[in-house]
């Protein structure tokens, strides 16, 4: 992963990736994770998501970790919530009511500084990476959480068409790379809307990691 690549994606508010609204697909399916009230949900490479403000919303809390310190700083300010602010290792912690944020590195953040969690929601952090990192990110993740329950969220589409990111990540990938350490179950794909960028077809596949 490029560090440089996606500081400049948000220092020019290129963030086309970002939605303007909760995904539908998570919003739809986040109840298969058999979440109690006040559980805490890690949300890799989060950005300023609006999936986290649903889900603060729904009562649960969130831990996240995103590399850009401004997606971190308009993610806080969206929320209208003034975070505490303290170094953890290499990394920086936004701290505040239900809600902790990591600024850095995914790799640096360890499992102890995380905290326990009760589920994972990835809508953006797999496909972020190119094909080369995503097997070492799927054991990380695994670690920090636990091997907590997962829902993923990946795109499909023709990968000649665009060199990524985001990567199209298809059914087979996902069964060798989840398989081994999770029971792993496709709920539903939808069709992207207008296809991907506009340009060509594409659909959304979310998953259930067990």
Avoid at 40 to 63: E, I, M, N, T
Avoid at 121 to 140: C, K, N, Q, S
Wanted: a negative charge; glycine letters at 8%; hydrophobic letters at 50%.
């Amino acid at each position: 992963m490029d560090r440089d690549f996606w500081h400049r994606k948000w220092a020019s508010n290129e963030i086309g990736f970002h939605e303007g609204a909760a995904n539908p697909l998570m919003v739809a399916h986040v109840g298969r994770l058999e979440l109690a009230p006040g559980s805490r949900v890690f949300v890799p490479l989060c950005g300023k998501s609006l999936d986290v403000h649903w889900l603060l919303a729904q009562g649960y809390r969130v831990a996240g970790v995103e590399l850009s310190q401004l997606a971190v700083d308009q993610l806080f300010a969206d929320l209208g919530v003034t975070p505490e602010v303290s170094v953890a290792a290499e990394l920086l912690h936004y701290r505040a009511p239900h809600i902790d944020i990591f600024v850095g590195d995914l790799f640096a953040l360890s499992a102890s500084m995380l905290g326990e969690v009760d589920a994972v929601y990835d809508r953006a952090a797999l496909v972020a990476l190119p094909e080369a990192m995503r097997a070492r990110y799927v054991v990380h993740v695994g670690a920090l959480a636990a091997r907590a329950p997962q829902l993923l969220i990946c795109y499909q589409y023709d990968q000649a068409l665009m060199a990524g990111p985001p990567f199209s990540v298809g059914n087979d990938e996902v069964r060798q790379r989840y398989g081994h350490a999770y029971a792993v179950t496709l709920l539903d794909k939808a069709e992207v809307a207008g296809g991907f960028k506009g340009r060509f077809a594409a659909c959304e596949a979310v998953w259930l990691l067990t």
